[in-house]
């Protein structure tokens, strides 16, 4: 079982950058294929990157490409999105998830993901 902990949301500005980070302990992450989510008030959980375990592959929604970057750090068992371009409608509750997966495979769907953390809040004002 690994555990994950979000961090690096906050308050920014239209325009602006922000860069989050996800620890994960408990187990090797580098076992781990890797992803960052999202949540509004009143809508569903959104996906947004996916990384491979090696951080050779990725995958990200329409909605965010162009604009975030999803990387991984293996030897620091840290994930990273760094969100650039910042707009109102990006608030919400971001989390990361993981699953134990074969070296090459990304997954893009929430129920892919076993393992979430707790979700940092991103408010980015106009």
């Known amino acids: 079982q690994v555990q994950l902990v979000e961090s690096g949301g906050g308050l920014v500005q239209a325009g602006g950058s922000l860069r989050l980070s996800c620890a994960a302990s408990?187990?090797?992450?580098?076992?781990?294929?890797m992803g960052w989510f999202r949540q509004a008030p009143g809508k569903d959980r959104e996906f947004l990157a996916g990384?491979?375990?090696?951080?050779?592959?990725?995958t990200y929604a329409n909605s965010v490409k162009g604009r975030f970057t999803i990387s991984r750090d293996n030897a620091k068992n840290t994930v990273y999105l760094q969100m650039n371009s910042l707009q109102p409608e990006d608030t919400a509750v971001y989390y990361c998830?993981?699953?134990?997966?074969?070296?090459?495979?990304?997954?893009?769907?929430?129920?892919?993901?076993?393992?979430w953390g707790q979700g940092t809040q991103v408010t980015v004002s106009s």
């Open positions: 998830a993981a699953r134990n997966a074969p070296s090459y495979s990304v997954y893009r769907t929430s129920n892919e993901y076993d393992y």
């Open positions: 990384i491979n375990r090696s951080g050779g592959s990725t």
């Open positions: 408990g187990r090797t992450s580098s076992n781990y294929a």
